[in-house]
């Protein structure tokens, strides 16, 4: 049987940092595994079982080095090399591509290659960029992957952007292939499937566990909760908009300009609420961010200029005015903080005004209470921020 890699390493990789994660190990029976911590928060905010299937391992150290775990459709693993940026720290496992084991094999039910006689075509070289394949991906609002030389169209593009593909699953490394009952096309982080059911993930984990002699096993429950959504509520949804159950990643919404939020799971609208961001000169950023840090309650303090711009901020009380500062602030016990930018902003709760739908923070978004704490419960790290006009 071709192996994909070496089997997973003896020396065990650090896990994620504390990042206000969820502190909770819960157990999927289906599968027979445990999941939690910052894998557990990045599997809820991205599709869950939807999306990324249910774990069939418990967490390793992949010949990579990174903590990684197999899960039905894919092996996540911790990006320490993107932890001080805003893209995601956790993402798929990279498909093998070369060599003995390509990803192709991956969908064989025994991973054995296909055999007989005759020229295989490599799957994997690119199209010409001036030919055929991508002028009709083109005339169908697709577009060309100039690095890896593949064109990405109809039902797999919408899939792929509907789930933030340029992070989770790279570029496409095929065209697509079609078979007897379904299209296929590879990816560099994974599979897709189109069938009668739509598009999905291709169930490649356990192969790919296989290839890296990980330990699929079911292990005992030993008293651990079984997965609910209901564990992860920190307060009920004042604004209940549509099913909390519905499949698909978690995102939220910022309109600046209308100064108001949506929640969504998948195409779903869970809650709305006004909110208020940054007043000139600490206009809110603009842009697609994530939720990165998260703090129960947190003290903020700060300097501001002669223009009003801040600074300097922080939660230590120790903090050094600079000298171009004129006045400070410091707020104290601010509610259910969730960082979403490297400009230190973030979603939480206000105690200090009831005057949402205008501007008036120093940058941050400020929330209702009670849709902050409802807020901090739904949005693990990992949940999409698209800050806009």
């Known amino acids: 049987m071709a192996t994909i890699a070496t089997s997973a390493l003896s020396v065990q990789a650090e896990p994620p940092p504390d990042l206000g994660q969820t502190a909770l190990q819960v157990f999927l029976p289906r599968t027979g595994h445990t999941l939690g911590g910052t894998l557990l928060d990045y599997w809820r905010a991205t599709g869950g079982a939807a999306v990324f299937g249910d774990p069939i391992s418990e967490p390793f150290t992949a010949p990579d080095g990174r903590y990684s775990q197999a899960f039905e459709n894919a092996i996540l693993q911790y990006r320490p ?11 798929p496992m990279a498909l093998p591509r070369t060599g003995e084991a390509t990803a192709a094999d991956l969908l064989r039910p025994d991973r054995r290659r296909g055999g007989g006689g005759g020229t295989r075509r ?38 792929y952007d509907a789930n933030e593909g340029q992070f989770y699953f790279g570029g496409p490394t095929t065209e697509p292939i079609e078979e007897p009952d379904r299209i296929i096309q590879h990816f560099e982080g994974g599979i ?39 564990l992860f509520q920190t307060a009920p949804n004042p604004a209940p908009a549509g099913d909390p159950a519905a499949p698909g990643r978690r995102r939220i919404e910022v309109n600046v300009g209308q100064q108001q939020l949506w929640a969504y799971q998948g195409e779903t609208l869970v809650l709305t609420t006004l909110v208020s ?66 400009d230190a902003e973030a979603l939480h709760g206000a105690y200090w005004h009831a005057n949402f739908g205008q501007r008036m923070s120093h940058g941050c978004i400020n929330l209702p209470l009670e849709v902050a ?17």
């Open 81 to 91: 090399d993107v932890l001080y940026t805003e893209d995601p720290i956790i993402r």
């Open 122 to 159: 490599n799957i994997y070289s690119p199209v010409d960029p001036a030919g055929a394949a991508v002028a009709a991906a083109y005339a169908r609002g697709g577009r060309y992957d100039e690095t890896t030389g593949h064109t990405l169209s109809g039902a797999f593009a919408a899939w």
């Open 192 to 230: 897709l499937i189109e069938d009668a059911d739509g598009v999905r993930l291709a169930p490649i984990g356990q192969n790919l566990a296989t290839g890296l002699e990980v330990d699929t096993a079911p292990v005992a429950q030993n008293g651990l909760p079984v997965y609910d959504e209901a």
């Open 277 to 342: 961001t940054g007043i000139e000169p600490n206009e809110t950023e603009l842009g697609r961010f994530r939720v990165r840090i998260k703090y129960p309650q947190q003290d903020m303090a700060g300097f501001t200029d002669d223009t009003g711009e801040v600074v300097a901020f922080g939660d230590d009380p120790e903090l050094t005015p600079p000298p171009e500062s004129v006045a400070s602030y410091d707020v104290s016990d601010v509610p259910n903080v969730l960082y979403i930018n490297l």
């Open 373 to 389: 704490a409802f807020l901090y419960g739904w949005a693990p790290l990992g949940t999409e921020v698209w800050v806009h006009e």
